[in-house]
């Protein structure tokens, strides 16, 4: 499946679920469902032509009941099954994903830190970079030692890096070129 085809199946149900009010609820759902499916096992029977039609209709049948989904996301699972499009759930996702942030004026960001940051550090850094970005932040915060001190941030395709790593890393490049050229 082409991204064209995943971003088709988005932007319908985004345009059905914005309709009923519905944008967030059902990305949260969709989240659910790709957490279960990516159970490689599961997902191999779903995807597998061994497994008949109906199997397959009620190995998802089971699934919508367990996790609770509404109408709606129960509905766009069940097309995509019959359409035997459970193999490109994940580009789908992440499409509709995309359109929900976009429709909804935010950005995800990830901060990258040495060490654990406070929640006022963690505000500071998020209201900082909505006020850069004129858009909400949604941050997702990740632990790496190997950064030394200091922090990176990964937005829109976009790394800032204020990291003593980067830094050192930095100064031993220019001490290189100064020790060759000297």
């Given amino acids: 499946m082409t991204g064209g085809l995943a971003k088709r199946y988005a932007r319908a149900l985004a345009s059905v679920a914005k309709d009923e009010g519905r944008l967030e609820e059902v990305a949260a759902e969709l ?13 191999d029977a779903l995807t597998s032509p ?36 459970l193999d490109h759930f994940a580009a789908m996702q992440r499409a509709y994903g995309d359109m929900v942030d976009r429709e909804l004026n935010r950005l995800r960001a990830v901060l990258r830190s040495a060490h654990p940051l406070s929640d006022a550090q963690r505000a500071d850094i998020t209201s900082a970079l909505e ?30 890096d204020g990291s003593a790593r980067t830094q050192l890393a930095h100064v031993a490049r220019t001490m290189s070129r100064q020790g060759t050229t000297g």
């Fill in 131 to 160: 006020a850069q970005h004129g858009k909400k932040i949604l941050l997702s915060v990740e632990v790496d030692p190997s950064l030394v001190a200091g922090i990176s941030v990964e937005i829109e395709g976009k790394t800032y």
């Fill in 31 to 43: 989240e659910n469902i790709g957490a279960w499916l990516a159970d490689e096992e599961l997902s």
């Fill in 50 to 85: 061994a497994l008949s039609h109906e199997s397959r209709r009620a190995l998802v049948a089971q699934m919508t009941e367990s996790l609770g989904l509404c109408e709606l996301t129960k509905n766009f699972l069940g097309l995509i099954t019959e359409k035997h499009r």
